[in-house]
Nanobody, 119 residues
Framework: QVQLVEFGGGLVQPGGSLRLSCAAS????????MTWYRQPPGKERELVAR????????NYADSVKGRFTISRDNAKNTMYLQMNSLKPEDTAVYYC????????????WGQGTQVTVSS
């Protein structure tokens, strides 16, 4: 069955780094646009970063540009989010999302991983 499983969340001090991973199975990962979303406490879910099926095109929310880097390894069916210079406002549950290209008829979500930035 389809699975998206996030790894790598945790507690980190401001200015620190974390690397999130999203392991995919049960579908053709290399045909899916992959996206990281996050949901801060008491707020709506928001897009963090998106990567094309080839990995050559990426998009970021303004709030994370220059600090976060999204990448993917189609051979390993895995997507990553390298998060540097973390701030308390980055605290959220981070979710990975997969949408098939080009028709967008399949939409899969992971269960989320908590990232807490606090001293």
């Amino acid at each position: 069955q389809v699975q998206l499983v996030e790894f790598g969340g945790g507690l980190v001090q401001p200015g620190g780094s974390l690397r999130l991973s999203c392991a995919a199975s049960g579908f053709m990962f290399s045909s899916y646009i992959m996206t990281w979303y996050r949901q801060p406490p008491g707020k709506e879910r928001e897009l963090v970063a998106r990567i094309s099926i080839s990995g050559r095109t990426t998009n970021y929310a303004d709030s994370v540009k220059g600090r976060f880097t999204i990448s993917r390894d189609n051979a390993k069916n895995t997507m990553y989010l390298q998060m540097n210079s973390l701030k308390p406002e980055d605290t959220a549950v981070y979710y990975c999302n997969a949408v098939n290209s080009p028709f967008g008829t399949n939409n899969y979500w992971g269960q989320g991983t908590q990232v807490t930035v606090s001293s």
